[in-house]
C-alpha cells in the first residue's frame, strides 16, 4: 500500500527565502541560519515524493513584496510554482470568511495576508505550516485545523531522517543585504514602513545587526 506524501503549507515568506537563496549573517558575516538549505531540505524531500507542498495562490503574487524577488525575471518566478509536488489552494470565500475569522480573534498584529495563509493551511489540513515570520511561529498549536486539531508552525524542515547536505549551495550566496529590515525609523511614507515592517517579520530573532547575504551589496539609496 502506498504511502500518502506528508502536507505542509508554506507562506509567501518561505518562497521567498528559497527564491533569493537567503543565508542570514549577524553583524561580523557569521551564518546564523541557512535558510535556502532549509527549504531546498524540503523541496527535496518533495521531489523524492514523501512531501507535498500546500500554498495559496496569494503566493504568486505576494513573493513580489520583496525588492529582490521583484527584481528576478517573471519566467524565473513561475518555474518555482510549476512543480507536480506543489498544491495551489484558491483564495475563495470559505478562506476569505476564515481568514476574517482569524483576524477578529485578536491575535496581536496578525495582518490580512497572514490570516489568509493561517486559514489556508488549517482547512488544507497541512500537518506543518512552514514560515520564517516570528508573528506566525508564535501561533503554533493555537490554530484549528478541519480536523480539529491544532495546527503546528515551524520553520522548514522535512521532518523523518535527516536529509543530506546539499552541494554547491554555498557557492550560490546572493548580493543582497538585509541591513536595513527592522529600520522602520527611516521610512519616509507610510508604505515604505509597512514594507519595512513585513521585511523584518521574516528576519531572525539574532541581533538587530544581522543581515541577509540576499541584500549584503544593495547599492545605497541616494
Known sequence: MAISP??????????????????????????????????????????????????????????????????????RLVEFFENDYILLANLDRYVGERARSLMLAGYSRLKPPDATHLATAAISNSEEMHTFDRRLLDLSGLIDKADGTKLKICKPDPGGEPMPLLEGLEDKVPDVDASEFGANEEAETEEEVEDSEEAAECTPDANPGSTSDAEANEEPKA
Open 6 to 75: 506528508r502536507r505542509v503549507y508554506w507562506d509567501a515568506c518561505t518562497w521567498i527565502a528559497l527564491i533569493q537563496e537567503e543565508k542570514i549573517r549577524d553583524d561580523k558575516g557569521t551564518l546564523i541560519e541557512d535558510r535556502a538549505t532549509m527549504c531546498k531540505s524540503v523541496t527535496s524531500a518533495a521531489k523524492a515524493g514523501a512531501i507535498e507542498i500546500v500554498t495559496s495562490a496569494l503566493s504568486l503574487v505576494e513573493v513580489c513584496k520583496h525588492p529582490t524577488v521583484r527584481s528576478e525575471k517573471e519566467d
